[in-house]
């Protein structure tokens, strides 16, 4: 889908860079917010998928991780930047010769720094909780990404991801039911990217975009956070001069747009109808919610008798019940940073012999 352009550029370079040195093809426009009296910044665009010769990207390397135009393909532009990275620590460093400001933004929880990619190999899968059917229209000529393999995992601590990111997702055990939302011992698609925004006094800002929660925009992936949500940013300390991008496993994937947008979009639950299911039974069920832009996590509670909890996580989650009897379920959906209202609805579950 393309986008009209209600922004006038100003030039910024930027620079990829592989390890020490500097392999420059280009720059990149920056677009700064047009502003009114009184009124919040407009939506401000790091990178819209310009040419090199319009936008003058310069492209490198940040360790194994390669990167190059790609014309072939676009979300907002003409083209795309194809990026293979080898893992969370292999992939594109992104250098601003002027910083981009994000402390406009900061008081508004409804801003969002959104990132659009295109991950061919989450269509190579089949199965894909997020996407049943796995990813439409895939990549044509087929993907040239590299090598499966493990994810040497992140900690939990300061710029680390949200609980439940990286540890994975199950119920707790109880008496009359148990749940599962069991992954592959070995990861096979992307699941998550990790991001490092450094500012100009040089503070890193890290955080992981999860691919669960993505927005779908055609064939591209729309990956959010709000700026408020940002750990570690202040005022004071929101000039970035750097992005660097990776993704958790070796793949090839394309960015087609870095911007901050904006979205009050509420959160709401479609409602889920009653069902019948024979008890010892593994049910698979699966909610659907909206919130607009914003990441979103669903909480599961399947015997509101004893009180709501979260028993498990994920929009797909396998249940068995173990007892005969009327089940009242209660599906939750929130945002995954904690800045919009959560949204919930029940249904029932008439469990037979």
Request: charged fraction near 20%.
């Amino acid at each position: 889908m393309r986008r009209k352009q209600l922004f006038a550029p100003a030039p910024l370079s930027l620079a990829l860079v592989l390890g020490a040195g500097l392999a420059v093809v280009g720059s990149i426009g920056f677009l700064r917010p047009a502003r009114a009296a009184g009124q919040n910044p407009a939506e401000t665009v790091l990178y819209r998928g310009d040419s090199p010769q319009v936008s003058g990207i310069r492209l490198g390397s940040w360790g194994s991780g390669t990167v190059e135009p790609d014309t072939r393909i676009a979300y907002s532009g003409k083209e795309s930047l194809r990026i293979v990275s080898q893992g969370p620590y292999q992939g594109v460093r992104v250098e601003l010769s002027q910083p981009a400001d994000l402390s406009p933004y900061i008081d508004n929880k409804f801003a969002y720094l959104q990132f659009a990619v295109r991950i061919p190999s989450l269509g190579t899968g089949g199965t894909n909780s997020r996407f049943p059917g796995g990813f439409p229209g895939g990549f044509p000529g087929g993907f040239p990404g590299g090598p499966r393999g493990g994810f040497p995992g992140a900690g939990p601590g300061p710029g680390g991801p949200p609980p439940g990111i990286f540890m994975g997702y199950g119920g707790r055990g109880r008496g009359a039911a148990r749940s599962q939302n069991v992954r592959s011992q070995k990861q096979q698609t992307v699941e998550n990217l990790r991001v490092v925004l450094v500012t100009a006094n040089g503070k890193p800002l890290e955080f992981f975009l999860p691919v669960d929660a993505a927005r779908q925009d055609n064939q591209w992936l729309l990956l959010s956070i709000p700026v408020a949500g940002i750990p570690g940013i202040k005022p004071d300390n929101a000039q970035i001069q750097e992005v660097r991008l990776f993704s958790d496993i070796p793949t090839t994937l394309w960015l087609g747009r870095i911007g901050v947008v904006t979205d009050a979009t509420p959160i709401t639950v479609e409602r889920m109808e009653e069902k019948y299911i024979p008890r010892n039974t593994p049910y698979r069920f699966t909610a659907n919610a909206t919130g607009g832009i914003t990441p979103l996590k669903y909480s599961w509670d399947f015997d509101a008798s004893d009180g709501i909890q979260d028993e498990a996580e994920g929009r797909s989650i396998t249940h068995t019940f173990y007892k005969t009897g009327d089940y009242t379920v209660t599906v939750t959906a929130s945002d995954l940073y904690g800045l919009k209202p959560s949204a919930k609805t029940t249904f029932h579950v008439k469990v037979t012999p």
